[in-house]
């Protein structure tokens, strides 16, 4: 991702975020949500399965993250496409 996206990417996901999808009532829930079921999940795995599925969920958000950066430099070079039509 060059400089340019890399900023705008960095201030959508850092501020505007925040400000928008942080407080929507739909995150809130969710996030509550996935709390809960982590709590679950540590009253009955044992800290080996807990480190194995830790590690899953470390390489996961690592391939979510670079779909997601995907997604956004698509997003962007269509926002180009379209702003030259």
């Given at each position: 991702?060059?400089?340019?996206?890399?900023?705008?990417?960095?201030?959508?996901?850092?501020?505007?975020?925040?400000d928008?999808?942080?407080?929507?009532?739909?995150?809130?829930?969710?996030?509550?949500?996935?709390?809960?079921?982590?709590?679950?999940l540590?009253?009955e795995?044992?800290?080996?399965q807990?480190?194995?599925?830790?590690?899953?969920?470390?390489?996961?958000?690592?391939?979510?993250?670079?779909?997601?950066?995907?997604?956004?430099?698509?997003?962007?070079?269509?926002?180009?496409?379209?702003?030259?039509?």
């Amino acid at each position: 991702m060059d400089e340019y996206l890399k900023c705008l990417y960095c201030y959508i996901i850092d501020s505007h975020r925040a400000d928008t999808l942080l407080h929507s009532l739909e995150y809130q829930v969710r996030s509550q949500s996935a709390f809960r079921a982590w709590e679950r999940l540590e009253d009955e795995l044992s800290q080996a399965q807990l480190t194995a599925v830790d590690e899953y969920m470390s390489e996961y958000a690592q391939l979510s993250g670079l779909e997601k950066d995907w997604i956004f430099q698509e997003g962007v070079a269509l926002g180009r496409w379209l702003a030259q039509s």
